[in-house]
């Protein structure tokens, strides 16, 4: 009986002590509850980072095509009144038939005027859009390395809690 | 009292079984979280690369983009300023104006608001004032 007991005590002597020391090793760390508050942390940051980056490409290429649409309707207009003075010079030039007399008759150097006046202030109008977006875009360009850093900053962190395991 | 011995070593044995495995999924778990701020950290830094090419690409296509609108625009400029366009526009609308007046004094003269003398002597005038203009619109090959 005697001996039934003290070998009782002495387990369960070793149990408490293997039990104190899981507990420590559980406790020591709150360190690894820090650690997954860190983890946390990190998380939060780069999803953020992610959700603010994550439709830029998308904003870019947005205003890739409006700037293909300004470049067109620029060239367009220019085109256009090319013709148009073609078409002015060679109502003056030719002896014409009727159905040209009749087409003349639409063209005047007024009517090209006014036409090229209006083109103009479209060509200045898209010019400020054109260049407040360039703005933009040199902008969005300086932020990137701050960005950069910043990712970086936040691979440094995780590197220095995947050491701490 | 042999009996209750092995049921309070049993008890406290799974206690710290229970215990270490606790451990252990907590670590997994650690694991588990540091692959996937891996992969999103790699993400967000291929997300960062794709932006700076798309920025990079974009400023040289605006860029681009004005210079053709800055050339479009000096070419109304220059037309609009060429000096026989000008004068070109200049006839065209005094010639309009004469036309415009020549309607009104039409209208007086059927209102009977002027006499026919009068009436004349304004629409001759006038139709001399045009013709001389318009053999000067002629000449310039406006039209």
């Not at chain 2, 692959?35 to 605006?62: C, G, P, W, Y």
Request: with cysteine; proline share 1%; charged share 35%.
């Amino acid at each position: 009986m005697k001996k039934i007991i003290l070998t009782a005590t002495l387990v369960a002597l070793t149990s408490t002590t293997t039990l104190c020391a899981i507990e420590t090793e559980t406790t020591k760390p709150s360190r690894s509850q820090s650690k997954q508050t860190k983890i946390e942390l990190l998380e939060l940051k780069i999803t953020k980072y992610t959700k603010h980056l994550e439709n830029l490409p998308i904003k870019i290429k947005e205003v890739l095509l409006e700037l293909g649409d300004y470049e067109e309707k620029g060239n367009d207009a220019e085109n256009m009144t090319r013709n148009l003075l073609q078409t002015l010079d060679g109502c003056v030039m030719n002896e014409l038939d009727s159905m040209a007399e009749d087409a003349c008759s639409d063209i005047t150097a007024t009517s090209v005027s006014k036409t090229i006046k209006d083109y103009k202030l479209e060509m200045k109008d898209m010019i400020k859009v054109v260049e407040a977006k360039l703005d933009e875009l040199k902008k969005q360009k300086k932020n990137t390395p701050i960005i950069e850093g910043a990712i970086k900053a936040l691979t440094d962190a995780r590197d220095i809690l995947k050491g701490t395991k | 009292m042999k009996r209750k011995i092995l049921m309070a070593l049993t008890v406290l044995g799974c206690l710290t079984v229970v215990n270490a495995d606790n451990n252990t999924v907590d670590w997994e778990k650690e694991e588990a979280k540091e692959v996937m701020l891996e992969q999103k950290t790699k993400e967000l830094r291929s997300l960062v690369v794709e932006i700076d090419m798309l920025t990079t690409h974009a400023i040289r296509v605006a860029e681009e983009t004005l210079l053709s609108l800055n050339n479009n625009l000096e070419f109304f400029e220059k037309v609009e300023t060429s000096e026989s366009f000008r004068q070109c526009v200049v006839l065209e609308e005094y010639i309009g104006s004469i036309e415009k007046d020549r309607t009104i004094a039409l209208d007086l003269y059927r209102a009977k608001k002027v006499t026919s003398k009068q009436y004349e002597s304004y629409t001759t005038k006038a139709d001399e004032r045009k013709n001389r203009l318009q053999s000067k619109l002629d000449k310039k090959k406006c039209k």
